[in-house]
C-alpha cells in the first residue's frame, strides 16, 4: 500500500505570502492519479487539483500542482483569509487503492 | 448537477453493524465509467478511503477493512449502501460518500453523517 506523508504538519504564513505544501510517496505514484482537497472546517472535503495539475471546475488560478513521481506540490500564489485551512493530497495507485495523506494545515502567523 | 446525501444511524453500539446509505442525483451508476466511494474522518483526524463500487458492479476496499467491509449499488433508486460490521469505539467518524472523477479524485462529495460507536 502507498503511504502519502504530507509536510509540514503545520504551516504558518501571513496572508498575501506564497504557501508551498508537500506531498511523498512512498512508492511512485502516476501523476494522472494525484489530487489535492481543501477541507474547511465542518465541511466536506472540496477537490482542488486532479491529474497533479490540473484545476477543477471553480478554482482560482493561485491554487497550482506539481511534481511527479513519488514528489509532489501544492501551491497556493498569494493567500487569501479562506485558504487557511487543511489540505489533503488523495492517490489511486496499481493496488487499485486510494489512499490520502495525513494533511497540512495552514494557519495564520 | 450533482449531488449526493448520506443517511444513517448517529450512534450505534460496539459489536453491531453500521448501514449507511448514499443517495445521488444528477448521474447514473449504469453509465459507462461511474463509481462512488465512501470515505471516513474520526474527529480531528484524517480521510481515510473505505470502499468504492463502479457502473458493472466491481468493487474495491481498503485492505485494513476489507473483512468488515460491504458495499452494494441499487441502480434504479440511485443508491450505493455501505455496511460495516463489529463497529467499534475507533470507528467513531464522520462517514462521506462520493462521486469518483474519471481520473480517480473524488469530485462531489456529501455533506457526510457523523456516526458514533458507544455502549
Known amino acids: 500500500e502507498i503511504v502519502l506523508t504530507q509536510s509540514p504538519g503545520t504551516l504558518s504564513l501571513s496572508p498575501g505570502e506564497r504557501a508551498t505544501l508537500s506531498c511523498r510517496a512512498s512508492q511512485s505514484v502516476s501523476s494522472s492519479y494525484l489530487a489535492w482537497y481543501q477541507q474547511k472546517p465542518g465541511q466536506a472535503p472540496r477537490l482542488l487539483i486532479y491529474g497533479a495539475s490540473s484545476r477543477a471546475t471553480g478554482i482560482p488560478d493561485r491554487f497550482s500542482g506539481s511534481g511527479s513521481g513519488t514528489d509532489f506540490t501544492l501551491t497556493i500564489s498569494r493567500l487569501e483569509p479562506e485558504d487557511f485551512v487543511v489540505y489533503y493530497c488523495q492517490q489511486y495507485g496499481s493496488s487499485l487503492r486510494y489512499t490520502f495523506g495525513q494533511g497540512t494545515k495552514l494557519e495564520i502567523k | 448537477q450533482i449531488t449526493l446525501k448520506e443517511s444513517g444511524p448517529t450512534l450505534v453500539k460496539p459489536t453491531q453493524t453500521l448501514t449507511l446509505t448514499c443517495t445521488f442525483s444528477?448521474?447514473?451508476?449504469?453509465?459507462?465509467?461511474?463509481?462512488v466511494g465512501w470515505i471516513r474522518q474520526p474527529p480531528g483526524k484524517a480521510l481515510e478511503w473505505l470502499a468504492l463500487?463502479?457502473?458493472?458492479?466491481?468493487?474495491r476496499y481498503s485492505p485494513s477493512l476489507k473483512s468488515r467491509l460491504t458495499i452494494t449499488k441499487d441502480t434504479s433508486k440511485n443508491q450505493v449502501v455501505l455496511t460495516m460490521t463489529n463497529m467499534d469505539p475507533v470507528d467513531t467518524a464522520t462517514y462521506y460518500c462520493?462521486?469518483?472523477?474519471?481520473?480517480?479524485?473524488?469530485?462531489?462529495w456529501g455533506q457526510g453523517t457523523m456516526v458514533t460507536v458507544s455502549s
Open positions: 462520493a462521486h469518483r472523477h474519471p481520473l480517480n479524485a473524488f469530485d462531489f
Open positions: 444528477g448521474f447514473s451508476l449504469s453509465t459507462s465509467g461511474v463509481a
Open positions: 463500487i463502479y457502473w458493472d458492479d466491481d468493487k
